[in-house]
């Protein structure tokens, strides 16, 4: 992907969380330049006039030096770059504050998928246990720990973070996270009972993603059915 087509696809991606409510004030998204130890990421809201274009943008290198852009590199930008260097399949990188994923990991109850949506992330969704903004490099490092290879993690009492190797993929990723949150949660407010998926159903419907992307990115096209419903 060429640098002005990732900027722009990185810019939708924060239109689009904000417009569907999981992007604030607080939050912020990251995409790595292939083949360079560096990665584009949403300046700190406030610090430019318009968030949501590629000109907002901040290029940085994996120690977070800002190489260019006129805003401000977001506090916590080290779990983009721990993220980014310590695991290849890091494209993209969503850090927001859900309600729903939130409360779920506040609740402590266990993240599985209970729809057919949600079986890219997998039936256990780990959850960093400790309650702080992840600002320094041993932070990364122990998020990285804590993730393994899912792709998304529960931060207790702070938000989310989800990844994909593109930005379409982990802006899928973020918007499912919080809808089966709010299913598993709305469900055991009424019931407690639940049917998720199951290992099976969760194999196949993945297999049905991977058959469909030899076809056409599965991701891009669903990234733009989003983006064309938040213009």
């Known amino acids: 992907m060429a640098d002005e087509e ?3 696809t990185l810019a939708t991606c924060a239109r689009i969380l904000n417009r569907v409510g999981l992007f604030d004030i ?3 998204i990251s995409a790595r330049v292939p083949g360079q130890d560096r990665f584009y990421i949403t300046a700190t809201l406030g610090s430019t006039t318009d968030p949501f274009s590629p000109d907002s943008l901040v290029l940085c290198d994996y120690r977070r030096k800002k190489i260019s852009g006129n805003g401000t590199v977001p ?4 779990l983009h770059s721990a993220l980014h260097e310590g695991r290849e399949d890091a494209g993209c990188i969503v850090h927001v504050h859900p309600f729903y994923s939130m409360a779920l990991a506040i609740a402590g109850i266990p993240f599985t998928p209970v729809t057919i949506q949600g079986a890219p992330l997998g039936r256990n969704i780990p959850v960093y246990k400790k309650a702080e903004l992840l600002i320094n490099d041993d932070h990364g490092k ?3 720990r804590a993730m393994g290879k899912a792709k998304a993690i529960l931060l207790r009492g702070h938000g989310v973070v989800t990844l994909g190797e593109s930005i379409e993929e982990a802006t899928h990723h973020t918007i499912y996270l919080e809808e089966n949150c709010r299913y598993i949660m ?3 407010k ?3 009972k639940m049917v998720p998926l199951t290992v099976t159903e969760i194999r196949e419907r993945n297999a049905q ?8 990115n599965q991701w891009r096209r669903v990234f733009d059915l989003f983006e064309k419903k938040t213009r």
Request: net charge neutral.
């Open 142 to 144: 122990m998020l990285v």
């Open 190 to 192: 009424a019931s407690g």
């Open 75 to 78: 506090l916590e930008a080290v």
């Open 26 to 28: 607080y939050g912020h």
């Open 186 to 188: 709305e469900v055991s």
């Open 209 to 216: 993603i991977a058959e469909r992307s030899k076809i056409e």
């Open 6 to 8: 990732l900027r722009k």
